[in-house]
């Protein structure tokens, strides 16, 4: 498969911030990719950077096969973006600012007609398309911003935040209408709330601190996140009598295991969640242990890796990431 | 080019609906109106326009930055600068447009006044080459103080910054020449500076037209600056690639 975005150490100061640090990543065609990251970790820079409004400090970026430097309007053409917070002209009317938009997008003058009514169509925008931009809400001009980066029907979209202020109806809306663009188009979404895109994206680039921290498809993200899986135990210590202090010391000391938390259930059951230390299955450690006590066992699984906690660790610091990684 | 004739009719169209722009034409004809009865329309005085032709080069410093102001400032504002200078178009074609679409709108303002040469034609008998020419200076003159007004929009966010910035610019281009030649006691060392002051000076520049005079060193002062404010305009617009 082709990658239709590509970017390559991609480095980025504004004066003394440095906002990007030698990000690299690529885009595969027909993929929808959410680029994820806490406000303020460097997202919208690299979408601008993509898009040809800001240059790169170093390093370079491709779109579509062209340099968004050297070949600036050729990668316009090929995008179809959605700032944040979605710009529109208020004094315009929506059809009129659709048709404005397309014939800037160079489409010819005898299809700009069907083009505009076919995102109207798209992004249900037909009671609202004669109306003021100013007049809409939120919702409405979400929706409008997302019709104008689709007018020209570009190979590539890039959205930067495009849910974000909408109702949660109005969120599953465009969540459906954006996972129907995969396959036709190469979409980049950026959001900050993981099942804003967990749901709408195959893929997912995760960004933090200017860095890329982790970039894949869900999948070989949570495949990764194996081996540091949680394992929840519950269990009765009977007659023997032993507390919750105890039983957690006596599974920190299982083989496999690096920590243990335990806490009461009530009618004596205990339940105990524990941290296995790298890449270790100390599920069997643990039955042998409980046997070997005399402990009573009605449960003990695995927890499913998820990637809120994957991405919970990413925001809260690399430092985190790193020893688990170790 | 069909790029900027599209962007130029959504800049001409978007004044058609701004208060504001309304505001600043009316302001305009009450105040020209006012210095044409004045000094212009009045028993006894020659049929000719020149005396509103001269007021109108001071007129115009106070609501040509009111016209201009919004223009590229408020895109900047909303963001809307964003999805412009990412559409296929290049930041010139841009700031030529914005420039086309304010001095249209500044075109429109003007053409109402050419009821005072109607009026001079009722009650008079006017020559009509200099006020061909006095239009002609004016629609320079807007030119300039067009572009002048855009390159200060160009250079913050805020509407009001945007005007008096464009406000002061004007107002000592136009008027520094005289105030040099009256204000500043003569030394010999000053009269060479004082004549290059003078022939910065749009005043210079801008009375001939008035009288019916068209110099080509005048039209080419006002093209000159003109262009040269649009190529300020647009270096600022590509420095924030640097900045």
């Known amino acids: 498969m082709r990658a239709m975005i590509e970017i390559d150490n991609l480095t980025k100061w504004y004066g003394n911030t440095l906002a990007l640090d030698r990000a690299t990543f690529s885009v595969e065609e027909g993929r929808i990719v959410g680029f994820l990251g806490p406000n303020g970790a460097g997202k919208s820079t690299a979408l601008r950077i993509l898009t040809g409004f800001l240059p790169a400090t170093s390093g370079q970026a491709r779109v579509n096969g062209h340099d968004v430097l050297m070949e600036s309007l050729a990668v316009r053409s090929s995008i179809g973006y959605m700032p944040e917070n979605v710009p529109l002209y208020p004094e315009m009317r929506v059809e009129e600012y659709l048709a404005f938009r397309a014939a800037l997008k160079d489409v010819p003058s005898a299809k700009r007609r069907a083009a505009v009514d076919r995102v109207v169509q798209r992004c249900w925008l037909k009671e609202v398309r004669r109306r003021l931009i100013g007049q809409l809400s939120k919702g409405f001009r979400q929706r409008v911003g997302l019709a104008e980066a689709l007018v020209a029907d570009p190979p590539v979209l890039i959205l930067d935040e495009p849910t974000i202020g909408l109702d949660p109806t109005q969120i599953e809306e465009t969540r459906k209408l954006i996972r ?70 006596a599974l920190r000391q299982v083989a496999g295991a690096a920590d243990a938390t335990t806490e009461e259930m009530g009618g004596g059951w205990l339940r105990a969640v524990v941290m296995p230390a790298a890449d270790a299955d100390p599920r069997e450690a643990i039955w042998a242990a409980v046997a070997q006590r005399g402990w009573q066992l009605r449960e003990i699984h695995r927890l499913a890796p998820t990637l809120e906690e994957l991405y919970a660790r990413i925001v809260a610091g690399e430092s985190a990431v790193d020893k688990e990684a170790a | 080019m069909g790029k900027v004739l599209l962007l130029t009719r959504r800049e001409v169209s978007a004044y058609f609906v701004s208060p504001i722009a309304y505001v600043a034409m009316a ?217």
């Open chain 1, 180 to 249: 129907s663009l995969g396959g036709k188009h190469t979409v980049l979404l950026s959001s900050h709330l993981l099942p804003q895109v967990e749901k709408t994206c195959s893929h997912l680039v995760i960004i933090a601190d200017g860095q890329i921290k982790a970039a894949g498809s869900l999948d070989e993200l949570k495949k990764g996140l194996a081996h540091r899986q949680q394992v929840v135990v519950e269990l009765r210590t009977g007659d023997a009598g032993e507390g919750p202090a105890e039983v957690g010391r």
């Open chain 2, 27 to 243: 302001l305009f004809l009450v105040i020209s109106g006012i210095f044409f009865a004045l000094a212009d329309f009045r028993p006894g005085a020659p049929a000719a326009m020149r005396s509103i032709f001269d007021i109108m080069m001071f007129i115009l410093i106070f609501i040509l930055p009111i016209v201009t102001m919004r223009s590229l400032s408020e895109e900047q504002r909303s963001g809307t600068i964003e999805t412009l200078l990412t559409a296929p178009v290049t930041d010139i074609e841009v700031v030529v447009a914005k420039f086309l679409g304010s001095w249209i709108f500044y075109l429109a303002m003007l053409a109402p006044t050419l009821i005072y040469v109607v009026l001079l034609a009722a009650f008079g008998n006017p020559e009509y080459g200099p006020v061909a020419s006095g239009y002609l200076g004016l629609a320079l003159l807007g030119a300039l103080y067009v572009s002048i007004g855009l390159f200060a929009s160009s250079l913050t966010q805020n509407q009001v910054i945007a005007a008096v910035t464009a406000f002061v610019i004007l107002i000592v281009l136009a008027m520094l020449g005289p105030w040099v030649a009256t204000a500043v006691p003569s030394r010999y060392w000053i009269i060479p500076l004082r004549s290059i002051i003078k022939y910065a000076t749009v005043r210079t520049h801008y009375l001939d037209f008035g009288q019916g005079v068209v110099d080509l060193v005048h039209v080419v002062y006002f093209l000159a600056l003109t262009a040269y404010a649009l190529f300020l305009t647009v270096k600022v617009l590509e420095s924030r690639r640097w900045r």
